[in-house]
């Protein structure tokens, strides 16, 4: 018997195995972008991460543009942008050209974050006289109104200067080989975000909401909850639209599935530690987590535990067989009353990344 529908989507961060280089992650990616199209996943994100030897995916806009060569149906986005570091009419530029080679495909996922460390963010900065003010709402209303102008609700008011300038490429017609656009509207703009105020933010403005569960699951419901029954209707929805993105790690048996996400189990830890290497061997994972590394400050020693993963109400990664993978994630959906997720799923192995969605799209029957 065919799995109940839910729609499944795939967030890759191009992690860099150790042993292998950021250029072959980036191979990696443009091998899975083509094997999840052919599998039947509804979308493809790409991630910003900046000065990250783990992962190799600092130009989310680049991935894009590669994936949508090498894909059919498959839409493909970022996951997302971090809208902080850039100028609005830029980022509407790159994504209007995106949307000019790919009609209907094009997904604008938004963030604040800086993907990166107080360092990074400082050096991507353009004016670094001044302390970098919190205009976030500013720069999404800009956003909005170069990428829509045609929708008046969010275009600049008759007497702004930004008024007066066309974005290039202009919005191409609708192209209808390409029906699988959820909005008349593309690119179509999510929000993406980790905390309370990304779904407060994202309600408001009647924007579609991914909440980033597998690196923070502590407020998931909460933050799903209040989005759901704060949202206002908007020219980009007439009625909410969520998801979580959420680890997973798919094989043949429970045992193999736990010994490949030794990796992940390392990866999390050592996030902590604020330690960026790349993706361990299982092997090399299974050894360093027995051991109990020195802490950085020496009054202050690592407590039982605070090493580890903590426990949320759902797991960041779901680990095991297909069927007990897809019975759990119907279950979060259930919980949560999704009718998406969004799959991410890091191995050093790319072989086993590949089984692992292969495995996921089987148990769901996704066409």
Known sequence: MAAPVLRLSVLDQAPVPSGSTPAEALANSVSLAENVDR????????????????LAGAA?????????????RIRIGSGGIMLPHYASLKVAELFRTLDGLYPGRIDLG????????????????????????????QQLGELLAF???????????????????????????????????????????????SSMWSSATA?????PYAFAHFFSGNTTRH?????????????????????????????????????LALSVKLLQRRIRQNDRRPVATPEEAAVELEERPQSPHSQFAFTQGSL???????????????????????RIARELELHELIVNTITHSHEA??????LLAEAFGLG
């Open 308 to 330: 580890d993963e903590p426990d949320t109400e759902f797991p960041r990664y779901v680990v095991g067989t297909p069927e007990k993978v897809r019975d759990d994630l119907l």
């Open 353 to 358: 990344r590949l089984q692992s969605y292969t």
């Open 39 to 54: 599998l039947g996943y509804h979308r493809l994100w790409y991630s910003e991460h900046h000065a990250m030897p783990l």
């Open 147 to 193: 990428l829509h102008p045609e929708v008046e609700a969010a275009a600049f008011p008759a007497n702004h200067p930004f008024r007066g300038i066309h974005v290039a490429p202009a919005a191409p017609e609708a192209d209808t080989r390409q029906p699988l656009s959820p909005n008349a509207l593309s690119p179509d703009v999510w929000l993406l975000g």
């Open 60 to 72: 989310p806009e680049l991935l894009i543009a590669r994936a949508g060569a090498a894909t059919r």
């Open 203 to 207: 309600a408001a403005n009647g924007l």
């Open 223 to 259: 933050a799903i909850e209040h989005y759901h029954h704060n949202f206002q209707p908007s020219p980009w929805r007439k009625a909410p639209e969520a998801t979580i993105a959420i680890g997973v790690i798919c094989a043949d048996t429970q045992g193999e599935a736990e010994h």
């Open 110 to 137: 938004i963030g604040r974050a800086p993907g990166g460390g107080q360092l990074e963010s400082h050096a991507l900065r353009r004016n670094r006289t001044a302390p970098q003010p919190d205009d976030f709402p």
